[in-house]
């Protein structure tokens, strides 16, 4: 996505601009490990599938970064120790 300028939406008539993290999604630990529980299970049941663009040894994050930055990847790039 190209860069956007929030002036323009002000301009335009939104209202605000905003950027939720995680933590606006979980109110506690409790709830974050548990959500966590239910995906990581619903990946060993299959019941998800991961696009996995790339493996790079942990050795080469600083080309994995590179590629990603660059947006020469699609999908997720998985670190290997």
Do not use: C
């Not at 696009?51 to 670190?79: C, F, N, S």
Request: net charge neutral; proline share 6%; no cysteine.
């Amino acid at each position: 996505m190209a860069p956007l300028d929030p002036l323009t939406l002000t301009a335009n008539g939104s209202l605000f601009l905003t950027r939720p993290s995680l933590t606006h999604y979980n109110a506690t630990r409790e709830e974050l490990e548990s959500r966590a529980q239910v995906l990581f299970g619903m990946i060993a049941e299959n019941k998800l599938q991961l696009r996995i663009e790339h493996v790079y040894p942990l050795a080469e994050a600083q080309q994995a970064h590179r590629d990603w930055e660059g947006r020469k990847t699609t999908g997720k790039l998985l670190l290997l120790p």
